[in-house]
């Protein structure tokens, strides 16, 4: 069992930024890669970044690239979501997720945290 535990929502104006944590606990080592997604109201999930608790290899949507920032902290088991030059298009309800896989679809992925909400105003 892993469990994970985001934090770090808000509401920002674009423009600016925030920072999203994701606390894992219990047997992180059965889940090599972590991921952050997103869903916005009617839409499907989506991948956002995504990084493996061992070595530099970090992936992003295209949209994101640039702006955001993927990184880890394995003396703390979390994994952190920096994201700057928020736009309004980035509004969604974020996950925090684990998979034996590298990359993969959302199916790929059974451990979901329970979502925080970034809301960005124009």
């Known amino acids: 069992q892993v469990q994970l535990v985001e934090s770090g929502g808000g509401l920002v104006q674009a423009g600016g930024s925030l920072r999203l944590s994701c606390a894992a606990s219990?047997?992180?080592?059965?889940?090599?890669?972590m991921a952050w997604f997103r869903q916005a109201p009617g839409k499907e999930r989506e991948f956002v970044a995504g990084?493996?608790?061992?070595?530099?290899?970090?992936y992003y949507k295209d949209s994101v690239k640039g702006r955001f920032t993927i990184s880890r902290d394995n003396a703390k088991n979390t994994v952190y979501l920096q994201m700057n030059s928020l736009k309004p298009e980035d509004t969604a309800v974020y996950y925090c997720?684990?998979?034996?896989?590298?990359?993969?679809?959302?199916?790929?992925?059974?451990?979901w945290g329970q979502g925080t909400q970034v809301t960005v105003s124009s």
């Open positions: 997720a684990a998979s034996p896989k590298i990359l993969g679809g959302p199916r790929d992925y059974d451990y």
């Open positions: 219990g047997r992180t080592f059965s889940r090599q890669f």
């Open positions: 990084i493996r608790w061992s070595g530099s290899n970090t």
